[in-house]
């Protein structure tokens, strides 16, 4: 079974500039929740969306958004970057979205803004 | 709101000695805790978690941890390292955020180096 994939894998943008990323998750999961990973940090949650609603928002500026599709993916939206957006973008995908259930994470989508 | 320290940031130690990562953390209200660990240029594998039930939990590739409320920790150990343990760990407790949805809220990770 394929596990949850990431697009692109890494990219450059300048500052300024609007980046879209997306994310694949495992079949049958209906939550996605994207992380952001500055360099030396744990990962920090931004978005988690269930059943193409979202359901929680961390505490990142409306640069940030977020949307999930008919099929489960999900897209990130940054708008605006900053130099401070260059991170490691993980998305984890788990099957209900509840507290106690297993998210899968994705290989990440490195982020580096010039 | 949850919190999670992780009490070591680098952890050197040499191939088939025992280890133990330390975690602890802050909560209000009832939590389930996860040990994630990452490999260079990697995302996040699942190692163990604690839901409920026994507090000393088993994971995978030998690793081990106890959770301990009265002191609010969730330590990682486990008794001989492989050279292939050498990788990021990270601590995360799950809780609720605003509208239910699931969160974990990770520390700032332990890079664990295993020498030969």
């Known amino acids: 079974d394929a596990g949850v994939t990431q697009s692109p894998t890494h990219l450059i943008k300048t500052r300024g500039q609007h980046v879209t990323l997306r994310c694949s998750p495992i079949?049958?999961?209906?939550?996605v929740s994207w992380y952001q990973q500055v360099l030396g940090q744990g990962p920090q949650f931004i978005f988690q969306y269930y059943e193409k609603e979202e359901r929680g928002r961390g505490n990142f500026p409306d640069r940030f958004s977020a949307r999930q599709f008919p099929n489960y993916s999900s897209e990130l939206n940054v708008n605006a970057l900053l130099l401070g957006d260059s991170a490691l973008y993980l998305c984890a995908s788990s099957f209900y979205g509840a507290l106690n259930t297993e998210a899968f994470f994705g290989q990440g989508t490195r982020l580096t803004v010039v | 709101a949850q919190s999670v320290t992780q009490l070591d940031s680098q952890v050197p130690v040499f191939e088939e000695a025992p280890v133990e990562l330390r975690c602890n953390y802050s909560s209000s209200v009832s939590v389930y805790l996860f040990w994630y660990v990452q490999y260079p240029n990697q995302g996040l594998q699942l190692l163990l978690k604690?839901?409920?039930?026994?507090?000393l939990v088993k994971g995978i590739n030998g690793f081990e941890a106890e959770f301990n409320k009265s002191q609010t920790s969730f330590h990682l150990r486990k008794p001989s390292v492989h050279i292939s343990d050498t990788a990021e760990y990270f601590c995360?407790?799950?809780?609720?955020?605003?509208?239910?949805?699931?969160?974990?809220?990770f520390g700032k990770g332990t890079k664990l180096t295993v020498n030969p």
């Open positions: 079949s049958g999961h209906k939550s």
């Open positions: 604690y839901l409920s039930g026994s507090t």
């Open positions: 995360a407790v799950s809780g609720p955020s605003q509208g239910g949805s699931e969160k974990l809220v």
